[in-house]
């Protein structure tokens, strides 16, 4: 599959950003944050600003994005619709957990309603996000048990890092916590991943496309036509083995390992300056992990050309 | 509604039945359904740099030729490839913005223009290709079966069947209901054990390929003959150079 640059922006922020959002509603929920309003208003803005980010990136490749609006009416059987009224309900418990938190009721019980909310809210739009791509049945690497588990560690963690470098600018914030999370969910990220590549790389044996397989081997002998089409551009993208190989562990050493090194680092006491290093590593991971995510990919009309 | 309608008994099922054994790859049918679809409903199909480097271009039919089988069993068969108007269309029920539809009274599957967001979900969830994405005008295009002739009664009735039907210079491509046993197409699917696109991936799709006959048996070698026949040859060379 193309790996368009818009839509790898759209599921890494937006999954950093409701990551953030997941672990600072819990937090508020058990009160392990920073009861001040200003630390809860520009923390909640960030995650939000994530996700903000990411959902306005996606709709740049919509060849129409001043209709998408209407995106948000099939939510009974699109998840991609789902997603987007998720990724905008969402935002209500968030912005009642802002007020609340100006208003002084965080921690309380209004922050721990609010706060529970909006983590379940932001856990079920990465669901959603996720579910886009593992419902496609014509996607061998999507159309995968891990892909779910996948996108969720991945916001997880992502946002846990978040988290803790968000709090370790703040005098009174505490970032032990989330980087304990980012250490474990980096962790849980690491395994999950290379489960999944394991999975993927298997041999599988390819469907016969054309049903002409009774005959024997068949060999495409004549293209329907000389050029790349709109289907071979989108889903004929190839990537090379040996470069995929190279990206993957690129991905997992700045992606996990690095940020979980920072994470232990800043536990140790080098503090703020680890945790704030470990954001754009993780980003830069991630923001690879999802290009192969997409690169790697093989749609199944590829076989009608051969590829 | 991207909701898939709830199929009756008996429902009336259009498609097409594509006969690999006649079909000589000329690319009529792509040729004649361009034609006709740059000006019906999904108008234009826009080509990008038609006269330059790297054409590209909206299609609905795209033709490839495969060679089946190896050494003297191999086989060239072309192989028409379309929309199928599958029963359960992955396309419809991911378009989040309810402008892909299969519609209940015959099953066709179209795209509304107007309310296509460009999103391009669809085309990632068909497995056959059928749906091709125009760039200019910023939404997804796809086989109609021609919805704007099969009922036109502007057209003579012998008329009123897919453009690349009507076109087919081999009568490679019937159309019909597909849903009636009774219909000649199905019954021409039950004759030549036609046979549905990936029906495991589970979109039930509509169309029908009908396979290349069995072949005759080849002729059976010349006997070789005793001494070569010197006489015999020279009689047969002149009479070739006599006969010129």
């Known amino acids: ?307 | 509604m991207t909701s898939l309608p709830v199929a009756s008994p008996g429902q009336k099922k259009l498609g097409l039945v594509i006969d690999l054994d006649t079909c000589v790859g000329c690319h009529a049918c792509a040729v004649n359904c361009k034609e006709w679809n740059a000006g019906g409903v999904s108008a234009p199909l826009t080509d990008r740099n038609p006269y330059q480097d790297a054409p590209d271009g909206v299609w609905f039919n795209r033709i490839h030729s495969y060679e089946a089988g190896t050494g003297t069993a191999s086989r060239t068969v072309h192989f028409p490839r379309s929309c199928l108007h599958c029963e359960t269309p992955a396309c419809v029920t991911v378009c989040p913005t309810g402008a892909s539809y299969k519609r209940a009274e015959d099953g066709i599957v179209l795209v509304d223009p107007d309310r296509c967001i460009g999103c391009k979900l669809c085309s990632w969830a068909c497995p056959y290709g059928a749906r091709e994405y125009d760039v200019q005008e910023g939404v997804m295009k796809k086989c109609t079966l021609c919805v704007d002739r099969i009922y036109n009664e502007a057209l003579p009735e012998a008329d009123r069947v897919p453009a690349c039907v009507s076109t087919c210079p081999a009568h490679a491509r019937h159309f019909g209901d597909l849903g009636d046993p009774d219909s000649d197409v199905s019954k021409l699917v039950a004759e030549r054990e036609g046979y549905a696109l990936m029906p495991e991936l589970g979109y039930a799709p509509v169309n029908r390929y009908l396979p290349p006959r069995p072949r005759a048996e080849p002729p059976a070698p010349p006997a070789p003959s005793g001494p070569p026949d010197i006489a015999g040859a020279l009689l047969r060379w002149v009479d070739r150079v006599l006969s010129r």
Request: one cysteine or more; aromatic letters at 10%.
């Open chain 1, 1 to 307: 599959m193309n790996p368009a640059f818009s839509v790898i922006f759209f599921t890494t922020a937006s999954g950093a950003g409701y990551g953030m959002l997941f672990w600072l509603g819990l937090m508020a929920a058990i009160g392990a944050v920073p009861a001040s309003g200003w630390f809860g208003v520009p923390a909640l803005a960030v995650a939000l600003g994530l996700s903000t980010a990411g959902l306005l990136s996606s709709t740049f490749h919509l060849g129409h994005p001043e209709r998408a609006w209407r995106a948000l009416s099939q939510w009974r059987s699109s998840w991609l619709s789902r997603e987007g009224v998720a990724a905008i309900v969402t935002f209500i418990p968030a912005l009642v957990l802002a007020v609340a938190w100006m208003a002084g009721a965080v921690p309380g019980r209004a922050g721990t309603v609010t706060g529970l909310i909006a983590a379940l809210l932001a856990m079920l739009t990465v669901v959603c996000t996720a579910m886009i791509y593992a419902s496609l049945r014509t996607i061998r690497q999507w159309h995968q048990p891990l892909v779910l588990p996948v996108y969720l560690l991945c916001a997880a963690f992502s946002g846990a890092v978040c988290a803790a470098a968000f709090l370790s600018c703040y005098p009174a914030g505490d970032p032990r916590l989330p980087a304990l999370l980012a250490v474990a969910f980096g962790f849980a990220v690491l395994a999950a991943k290379l489960a999944y590549w394991r999975r993927i790389d298997r041999p599988v044996v390819a469907p016969d496309a054309t049903g002409l397989g009774r005959f024997g081997t068949v060999r495409p002998l004549d293209p329907p036509h000389t050029e790349e089409n709109y289907l071979l551009k989108e889903m004929g993208f190839r990537v090379a083995r040996r470069h995929a190989a190279r990206l993957r562990r690129i991905a997992l050493m700045v992606g996990c390992v690095l940020p979980i090194l920072l994470m232990v680092l800043a536990l140790a006491g080098l503090g703020a300056p680890a945790l704030l290093a470990a954001v754009p590593c993780m980003l830069i991971g991630l923001f690879v992990e999802r290009w192969l995510f997409f690169a790697e990919a093989t749609h199944v009309v590829r076989l009608y050309y051969g590829r």
